[in-house]
């Protein structure tokens, strides 16, 4: 598709719609549909959108591998470390009144913030490494391009 200009054009001017509306839903989660998770769909969608049309090797240029790797364990880290936080403080996993003891109920809209970003993040890293494992076509422990066994 790298050889079609109507659709090199179209996916160039539909990312920045894409990922605006893909944080829309991330930051309304809470308030209505979408939250993490359909957010870090549409965020990897545009990437592979633009992967699909431009080349699997020219989204990797855009977003390499070691983002993806890093985005993924931070999402974690994100939603793990709000759970963490609360038992540190006392109070059960994810029971977001430990973001703020003096007002609990006002705590809940930040705990269930700090969760779905951290899902939104995860959840984009991991279909973008999805895509990458598949476009570059190798096994799992080996490099790309080769049969050369990965530590």
Same mark, same amino acid.
């Given at each position: 598709?790298?050889?079609?200009?109507?659709?090199?054009?179209?996916?160039?001017?539909?990312?920045?719609f894409?990922?605006?509306?893909a944080?829309?839903?991330?930051?309304?989660?809470?308030?209505?549909?979408?939250?993490?998770?359909?957010? +870090? @769909?549409? =965020?990897? *969608?545009a990437?592979? #959108? %633009?992967? $699909?049309?431009? !080349?699997?090797?020219?989204?990797?240029?855009?977003?390499?591998?070691?983002?993806?790797?890093?985005?993924?364990?931070? +999402? @974690?880290? =994100?939603? *793990?470390?709000?759970? #963490? %936080?609360? $038992?540190?403080? !006392?109070?059960?996993?994810?029971?977001?009144?430990?973001?703020?003891?003096?007002?609990?109920?006002?705590?809940?809209?930040?705990?269930?913030?700090?969760?779905?970003?951290? #899902?939104?993040?995860?959840?984009?890293?991991?279909?973008?490494?999805?895509?990458?494992?598949?476009?570059?076509?190798?096994?799992?422990?080996?490099?790309?391009?080769?049969?050369?066994?990965?530590?």
């Amino acid at each position: 598709m790298k050889d079609n200009v109507l659709m090199r054009v179209a996916a160039r001017w539909n990312m920045p719609f894409l990922l605006v509306f893909a944080l829309y839903t991330q930051t309304h989660g809470e308030l209505g549909p979408g939250g993490g998770f359909q957010s +870090g @769909v549409m =965020i990897a *969608a545009a990437f592979i #959108v %633009y992967g $699909m049309v431009f !080349g699997a090797d020219e989204m990797r240029r855009v977003v390499p591998r070691w983002v993806t790797d890093f985005a993924a364990a931070a +999402g @974690v880290l =994100i939603y *793990a470390g709000a759970g #963490v %936080y609360c $038992m540190a403080m !006392g109070y059960t996993f994810l029971d977001y009144a430990a973001l703020v003891p003096s007002n609990p109920g006002g705590a809940e809209p930040w705990g269930m913030v700090i969760v779905e970003y951290g #899902v939104g993040i995860t959840v984009a890293a991991v279909m973008l490494t999805v895509f990458n494992e598949i476009t570059e076509g190798t096994l799992p422990g080996q490099e790309p391009g080769g049969t050369k066994e990965v530590l």
